[in-house]
T-cell receptor, first 112, second 116 residues
Framework: QKEVEQNSGPLSVPEGAIASLNCTYS??????FFWYRQYSGKSPELIMF????GDKEDGRFTAQLNKASQYVSLLIRDSQPSDSATYLC????????????FGAGTRLAVHP | DGGITQSPKYLFRKEGQNVTLSCEQNLNHDAMYWYRQDPGQGLRLIYY???????QKGDIAEGYSVSREKKESFPLTVTSAQKNPTAFYLC???????????????FGNGTRLTVT
């Protein structure tokens, strides 16, 4: 079982719709959860982080965390073509040095 | 502007040759990291360094070496012992070692290495 799992996609949504990206993780001791966006050929950039169960909103983005289910998601409201990218979920491990473990990413395609 | 500079952007080498990827940061960050990204896979940690003159192996260190002689610089050498070196290499830094809660990872623009 992979430590951090994401559906590879592509997830295709029409412009203006809500895009829902999901991530599950295996380490129950994980404390911090991050979403990075990566455009093709570029480096990842941090969009959001969440530490507590529940929702956290930032503009059009909402991160949702459910530690009991070991599940974290990212919602993008009013999706734009410029949101088309790969979204990486990253989770801190509970091991010795609390390293950041990345999922393989979900490719999002927003079509006009 | 502060940031992380990786060079070159593209690098081509023949099999059997060692190659060094440059990473320089002017963010005054203590911690630096090297990740490798392959298609369809998540970022995998190669090496990390908490402070100058100290570095530790990550999950896939075999065939790689690093040095941290200066706070600003963390070069990665891909040796001929690395079985499958063709990949996208990302350097990152954070204020403190994996204290990501208050100090997220900042990434460089990456180096795409092709070995034939």
């Amino acid at each position: 079982q992979k430590e951090v799992e994401q559906n590879s996609g592509p997830l295709s949504v029409p412009e203006g719709a809500i895009a829902s990206l999901n991530c599950t993780y295996s380490d129950r001791g994980s404390q911090s959860f991050f979403w990075y966006r990566q455009y093709s050929g570029k480096s990842p950039e941090l969009i959001m982080f969440i530490y507590s169960n529940g929702d956290k909103e930032d503009g059009r983005f909402t991160a949702q965390l459910n530690k009991a289910s070991q599940y974290v998601s990212l919602l993008i409201r009013d999706s734009q073509p410029s949101d088309s990218a790969t979204y990486l979920c990253a989770v801190t491990g509970s091991g010795g040095y609390n390293k950041l473990i990345f999922g393989a990413g979900t490719r999002l395609a927003v079509h006009p | 502007d502060g940031g992380i500079t990786q060079s070159p952007k593209y690098l081509f080498r023949k099999e059997g040759q060692n190659v060094t990827l440059s990473c320089e940061q002017n963010l005054n960050h203590d911690a630096m990291y090297w990740y490798r990204q392959d298609p369809g896979q998540g970022l995998r940690l190669i090496y990390y360094s908490q402070i100058v003159n100290d570095f530790q192996k990550g999950d896939i260190a075999e065939g790689y070496s690093v040095s941290r002689e200066k706070k600003e610089s963390f070069p990665l050498t891909v040796t001929s012992a690395q079985k499958n070196p063709t990949a996208f290499y990302l350097c990152a830094s954070s204020m403190r070692m994996f204290q990501i809660d208050n100090s997220p990872l900042h990434f460089g623009n990456g180096t795409r290495l092709t070995v034939t």
